[in-house]
């Protein structure tokens, strides 16, 4: 699944194209996601002038003066740029067109999202799908203090509680395996039982996984391709710990151990990683 690094580097790819650009022509080619996009978005946003390209967890935030579209990319979606005159594929769900430029939404298994928040509606962090989530991982309130604060008290094993995305956005699962491995904390250990010492690393853990998967080009999905239509570098062969069960440790040759936490599959160095 596209996670935030993915996303970051769609935002990337996007961004100095789309910005300041008029919107020449937004087309809906298929409707059907997990929300329907609204029939009159193209009206909406037709001839409008596009502001700024952000982003918030997974979320693609392309922003007018009158709105903002919110984009979700789905369990397998992408956008990205193509040339004029490429043939529309099969699950070509949107297409934005710009004056010499253009780029489609793929989304296969229709859970990716194209929504329009109106500016007179409030700030888009007040959106429903926006407003419980988590502090982004690169803001600089995101430490081990905030972590040590949020998993007060908390039962839940640590791995779970960073997925969750009420604590901090972006952590999907392979990158909360990476990022304990990295720490040196068992994924099993319950949240609340954390030192503050052991929450400062995690939270630097974090953003180094990250910042490395958004620096080269991030990708989680195999056949991931970032928005000017490159394929990215796949994440996956930097792994220290994910998919990589019964292969030894980088660091300490002990068999890297999978288990299943809450329905999703954890890898892990059990010598490396402590309670
Ligand atoms: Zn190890």
Redesign the pocket.
Known sequence: MPELPEVETTRRGIAPIMTDQVLETFLVHDSRMRWPVPDDLSATVGGHVVRDCGRRGKYLLIGFDHGTQIVHLGMSGSLRRVSMDEPRRKHDHAEWIFRGARFLLHDPRRFGAILWHPAGAGPIGGHPLLARLGLEPFDPAFDGEHLARAFAGRQLPVKQALLAGTIVVGVGNIYASEALFRAGIDPRLPAGRLSRRRCAMLAESVKETLGRAIESGGSTLRDYVNATGTPGAYFTLHAAVYEKAGLP?G??A?PIRRIVQGQRATYF?P??QRR
């Open positions: 440790c660091r300490c002990t160095c010598r490396c």
